[in-house]
């Protein structure tokens, strides 16, 4: 019996490209910058996975994800020969547009009705903080945030999953991980957990050519989170 | 300028006393113990503060709160000579006595409002686990669980404020601890943080000697949560 629900955020819950895009546009704007908006969220999250990485491989000590999105923000910057562009202050705001993500149509209404018969948490790789402050912009009604900050370490990592569900006092076969990713799946599985999937087959934009289908057999396999949230209720 | 409120939580938010000594009551009803359910409630939270002493002290590294009320629970059923009369299962049931209390009157609605302001989160002694299932029960509509856990400390020791300070990515001037009891806001009051204090006056039962006053100048001083809104959000 699933006693709650934990979720991927970026990417499954909100649009990160739409939001990091639309915050890019008016911080160029207001310093003058000719690039692409699109093009630099794209660049700056392409560093998201390699910058985890050294973490995960314990070459690195757990610092969380606004440490990371800071570092690889100058360095997306230097790839587009912006360096010096922005001063620190300027760069503190930029790096807040993580916390400024419109949440997916269905997202907000879906989660409400899941709220009422299940916990519903974050297992993002996201900072208390981001998730928190992002939560109280997109209206995502979180009973607890969990994940990355919870385990000091970064998904598809074991501990993740493993920590979220010792956090909230249940055993993995009680918990269900709700991703539009089939790897998080994958690695949710291999620790016990339950698991659900449906597509956003928009987040990386129109010409998007990953995790269009359920890639194995999840136990529930839904639409949107607006579906989902009708198989589980009903 | 306040960005976020952090509010202990036993005494403050819910009615531990009146909790405990329901679920006490269905307990002893079950298992035909002849013994009264408020005496139980008080002795077993007596118990609470010179547990987590033992880790504050560094004599004991950090488990979390439901593992001391266990220790706590077992302790108080020896006090009252009842060592035995509840098995494994019952123990485990009854020691979520703790998840199930009772908001204040005004709790809910006082939170609600105040959340469309702040951010709002505990800043108890609690689990993630206990502060996340009790939320469920009260109607608690948390941002985020932070104190203890997020500090692996309890409760007045410094760091716990600090911890949930940072957790959020603020400075401690841009956070206001609420509480219905001087000495956590004096601690956190050391800490840097912002004070708002209401008294509970029947917390330990109609007969109630402390906190019924404000001890120091704190930063408001209210009558309950739903005046310390009005104020916030005048």
Same mark, same amino acid.
């Given at each position: 019996m699933i006693k709650a629900l934990i979720f991927d955020v970026f990417g499954t819950v909100v649009d990160w490209r739409t939001g990091v895009a639309n915050e890019a546009?008016? @911080?160029? %704007?207001?310093?003058?910058?000719? #690039?692409?908006?699109?093009d630099f969220a @794209?660049?700056?999250? #392409?560093? !998201?996975?390699?910058?985890?990485? @050294?973490?995960?491989?314990?070459?690195?000590? !757990? @610092?969380?994800?606004?440490?990371?999105?800071?570092?690889?923000?100058e360095a997306t910057l230097a790839e587009f020969e912006l360096t010096?562009?922005?001063?620190? %202050?300027?760069?503190?705001r930029f790096?807040?547009?993580w916390e400024k993500l419109p949440a997916w149509p269905d997202s907000t209404e879906g989660l409400t009705r899941l709220k009422s018969r299940f916990?519903?948490?974050?297992?993002?790789?996201?900072?208390? %903080?981001?998730?928190?402050?992002?939560?109280? !912009? %997109?209206?995502?009604?979180?009973?607890?945030i969990l994940g990355a900050p919870v385990a000091r370490n970064y998904k598809p990592e074991p501990e993740v999953y493993t920590a979220s569900v010792s956090a909230l006092g249940l055993n993995p076969e009680e918990v269900m991980m709700v991703a539009a990713h089939n790897g998080d799946l994958a690695a949710?599985?291999?620790?016990?957990?339950?698991?659900a999937f449906f597509a956003r087959p928009t987040e990386h934009g129109p010409g998007q050519t990953t995790d269009l289908e359920p890639a194995e057999n999840w136990d529930y396999v839904a639409?949107?989170?607006?579906?989902?949230?009708?198989?589980?209720?009903?």
């Open positions: 546009k008016a @911080v160029f %704007a207001e310093h003058s910058i000719h #690039a692409d908006p699109v @794209v660049a700056w999250r #392409a560093q !998201y996975a390699p910058s985890m990485q @050294v973490i995960r491989s314990q070459s690195r000590s !757990y @610092v969380d994800l606004d440490v990371l999105h800071r570092e690889n923000l010096g562009a922005l001063d620190n %202050a300027a760069l503190t790096n807040r547009a916990a519903i948490a974050t297992c993002s790789n996201g900072s208390i %903080a981001l998730m928190t402050w992002l939560a109280k !912009y %997109a209206n995502l009604p979180w009973d607890a949710a599985r291999k620790c016990g957990l339950k698991t639409t949107d989170l607006g579906d989902l949230a009708d198989r589980l209720l009903k």
